[in-house]
């Protein structure tokens, strides 16, 4: 599965769009891009995931660049409660060896401020 | 409402016991996960489940057991061949068979396992 680079950190005044990027330059055209969020001392949370269209749920829009090789979650109003760690991940739907696994790197400790 | 639950949500373990973590979902998931998680890392597959009566290893399954009997259950046992069993442990569940599926795993609120 392709790598991911995510900022480690951002910060954004509730209310406010937040936008976290993430890079995924070796993707392949058979995998998809994942968005989850953790909460401390909880289970990871899915948001969305697409694969080369522009998505949109009640929780986030999902925009992947053309070339697919990134792609940017937008939360539209961030509030509080969105103060979490943010995980970007490609998985490829062929098996292979990767089980269908999840691959969590360090993600990008979002903090949403007052 | 539907979900995953994972019990208990704290366990402690003496040395040479062994110890099982439940998971239960109501989704009607074909696949099920075991994942452990150590602090400020990334989750690591132990055990995975793509059908009832089946189940494969995955990264660090050494000291680790499964069964799915049920479709909606998967419990993992910590034996005490695993020597380093503190973690946070997570499972997760999938709809649709075959690693073809594109969909996402969902998650319980994982246990947190210590030693005594």
């Known amino acids: 599965d392709a790598k991911t680079t995510q900022p480690p950190s951002m910060d954004c005044a509730e209310g406010r769009a937040a936008n976290l990027p993430c890079n995924h330059s070796?993707?392949?055209?058979?995998?998809?891009v994942y968005w989850y969020r953790q909460i401390h001392s909880q289970g990871p949370q899915y948001i969305i995931h697409?694969?080369?269209n522009n998505e949109t749920n009640e929780m986030a829009s999902l925009i992947i660049t053309e070339d697919r090789k990134s792609s940017t979650l937008i939360l539209p109003h961030a509030t509080l409660r969105d103060t979490a760690v943010y995980y970007c991940i490609v998985r490829a739907t062929l098996g292979g060896t990767s089980y269908g696994k999840l691959t969590f790197g360090q993600g990008t400790i979002l903090t949403v401020h007052p | 409402d539907g979900g995953i639950t994972q019990s208990p949500k704290y366990l402690f373990r003496k040395e040479g016991q062994n110890v099982t973590l439940s998971c239960e979902q109501n989704?009607?998931?074909?696949?099920m996960y075991w994942y452990r998680q150590d602090p400020g890392q990334g989750l690591r597959l132990i055990y995975y489940?793509?059908?009832?009566?089946?189940?494969q290893k995955g990264d660090i399954a050494e000291g680790y057991s499964v069964s799915r009997e049920k479709k909606e259950s998967f419990p993992l046992t910590v034996t005490s061949a695993q020597k380093n069993p503190t973690a946070f442990y997570l499972c997760?569940?999938?709809?649709?068979?075959?690693?073809?599926?594109?969909?996402?795993?969902?998650f319980g609120d994982g246990t947190r396992l210590s030693i005594l």
């Open positions: 070796t993707i392949s055209g058979n995998e998809y």
């Open positions: 489940s793509q059908i009832v009566n089946d189940f």
């Open positions: 997760a569940s999938r709809p649709g068979q075959g690693l073809t599926s594109n969909q996402p795993q969902h």
């Open positions: 697409g694969l080369k």
């Open positions: 989704l009607n998931h074909d696949a």
